[in-house]
């Protein structure tokens, strides 16, 4: 699934403190009952739901499971940087296409793209370089940065 594109062209939502109070509480804690998020934030069960849906059918959040990649047999992660020449978007939008890309961003400095991908092992992070990404029309360089143990990882950054 992709996330809409963010760009500065792009207007933030005018999301209310009770909207951004219901954000923070599924942050929290995803499973959380639209009943006790209700009580948390004064709202009813219902109400909540429907400020649940409205988030995420204008894609301000997504309401997802987080795995551990190791624990689903994937044990090979790695952050890709990626030099394009020519149109950096074009590429991106052929590289995320790939289904073991799960992060994807335009970016400013040494590389044009960062790509974090999530495959069984080695030898599919080879293969996902080599055949999938340097075959893309526009891929000038790639470095890979593996990844050899997760230090820290969390999505309650709240909504300021």
């Known amino acids: 699934m992709s996330t809409p594109s963010r760009s500065s062209a792009v207007k933030p939502a005018n999301i209310d403190d009770v909207s951004k109070a219901i954000i923070e509480q599924l942050q929290n804690d995803g499973r959380r009952s ?9 709202l ?9 849906q409205k988030l ?3 894609g301000v959040m997504q309401v997802v499971a987080v795995t551990d990649p190791m624990q689903l047999g994937f044990f090979r992660q790695a952050m890709i940087g990626i030099q394009v020449s020519g149109d950096a978007a074009a590429v991106a939008e052929k590289i995320g296409k790939l289904p073991a890309v799960d992060y994807l961003v335009l970016t400013a400095g040494s590389f044009d793209l960062l790509v974090e991908v999530v495959c069984e092992n080695d030898d599919d992070l080879i293969d996902l370089l080599n055949r999938d990404i340097r ?4 891929v000038r360089s790639t470095e890979t940065f593996v990844y050899l143990r997760l230090h820290k990882q969390f999505y309650n950054w709240g909504t300021r």
């Open 56 to 58: 995420t059918d204008s």
């Open 135 to 138: 075959g893309i029309e526009g």
């Open 44 to 52: 009813s069960e219902a109400a909540v739901r429907q400020r649940v």
């Open 34 to 42: 639209y009943a006790e998020i209700g009580k948390a934030v004064g």
